[in-house]
């Protein structure tokens, strides 16, 4: 099992920034693709930025050049920096860690932080 406590949500201005952190309750950098999600009212979960094991990122095309993802893998914690928010970066985000184990995707999540972006 593991446990996935975030913080750092809150309001920006547009053109603002943010840092959003995901404590992990043990190593799992090693095994686990870890990444970042975000929902908007009325609209589907999507993905925003996930990193790899081996360290590869990818982002979604809408935050490309403005976040970046991260982790401290001495803290077991990783990270979402939001620069040059926009109002349709407004959304529930949500930390989540994923694993392919004997086929099956085993995953979990955080408990979703809101970040609000408005004048």
């Known amino acids: 099992q593991v446990q996935l406590v975030e913080s750092g949500g809150g309001l920006a201005q547009p053109g603002g920034s943010l840092r959003l952190s995901c404590a992990a309750s043990?190593?799992?950098?090693?095994?686990?693709?870890t990444g970042w999600y975000r929902q908007a009212p009325g609209e589907q979960r999507e993905l925003v930025a996930v990193?790899?094991?081996?360290?590869?990122?990818n982002y979604a095309d809408s935050v490309k050049g403005r976040f970046t993802i991260s982790r401290d893998n001495a803290k077991n914690t990783f990270y979402l920096q939001m620069n040059s928010l926009n109002p349709e970066d407004t959304a529930v985000y949500y930390c989540n860690a994923a694993r392919l184990r004997f086929g099956a995707r085993i995953e979990f999540w955080g408990q979703g932080t809101q970040v609000t972006v408005s004048s």
């Open positions: 043990g190593n799992i950098f090693s095994i686990y693709v």
């Open positions: 990193i790899s094991p081996g360290g590869s990122t």
